[in-house]
């Protein structure tokens, strides 16, 4: 069976560090892969999403970037991080029927 | 931009009772798709409506397609507190060629089952 993997599940990064959040998906090849966005409590914002390795789509314009460096994992990354980048972030992975399975969700507090 | 309405945004109702979430577009989608959500955790598929008219029920959730494909909803009957959660419609317009399988989500709905 598939399971997709996301770390870590919460994180407090001061303005101006950088980030990292890193997601995997297992028992699966080839998926579509999706960063989102969720205030809190409400619906999910599509940051970036890719079809395969090195390839990336952007939604919205954002201080945030994202890479594909394997089939199955997908990393959202940012060189300095802003006070407005705070919020739940999830990875989801979909296969042919659109049907998205999502990571537990980061929620990132930037103070 | 595809957008889907989803209402109301905020229930609060007591164990027992029924209730209907609705989710509205002007855009005909390929398919939609419920979810809920408990805090702090990921959505949870709940169930994938494809057909114009389409009824899925699971359990005491019943799950409506409209016609056009534009709309849906969602109805639990004798509700009670573990149905308490966030519950999100989202819709794909194409499965395969160009959208890439990304989906539109609703605003979601709040739901709380007092005991």
């Known amino acids: 069976s598939q399971t997709i993997h996301q770390w870590p599940a919460t994180l407090v990064q001061p303005v101006g560090s950088p980030l990292s959040l890193e997601c995997t998906v297992e028992?699966?090849?080839?998926?579509?892969l999706y960063w989102y966005r969720q205030a809190a409590g409400r619906g999910l914002q599509l940051l970036f999403y890719?079809?395969?390795?090195?390839?990336i789509s952007s939604e919205v314009p954002q201080n945030l970037s994202a890479s594909r460096p394997q089939d199955r994992q997908f990393i959202l990354s940012s060189k300095k991080l802003l006070l407005s980048d705070s919020g739940f972030y999830l990875c989801?992975?979909?296969?042919?029927?659109?049907?998205?399975?999502f990571g537990q969700g980061t929620r990132l507090t930037v103070v | 931009t595809q957008l889907l309405e989803q209402s109301p945004q905020f229930l609060s109702i007591q164990e027992g009772e029924n209730l209907t979430v609705y989710c509205n577009s002007s855009?005909?989608?390929?398919?939609l798709q419920w979810y809920r959500q408990e805090p702090g955790e990921g959505p949870v598929l709940l169930v994938t409506v494809v057909t114009g008219g389409e009824v899925k029920k699971l359990k005491r959730l019943t799950f409506q397609f409209g016609d056009a494909r534009k709309d849906s909803s969602l109805h639990i009957t004798a509700a009670q507190p573990g149905d308490t959660g966030l519950y999100l419609c989202?819709?794909?317009?194409?499965?395969?060629?160009?959208?890439?399988?990304?989906?539109?989500f609703g605003q979601g709905t709040i739901l709380t089952v007092h005991p």
């Open positions: 989202a819709g794909a317009k194409n499965a395969g060629g160009t959208s890439y399988g990304k989906l539109t």
């Open positions: 028992g699966t090849s080839n998926p579509n």
């Open positions: 989801a992975w979909t296969r042919l029927g659109a049907e998205a399975f």
């Open positions: 890719s079809v395969g390795i090195g390839q």
């Open positions: 855009s005909v989608f390929s398919s």
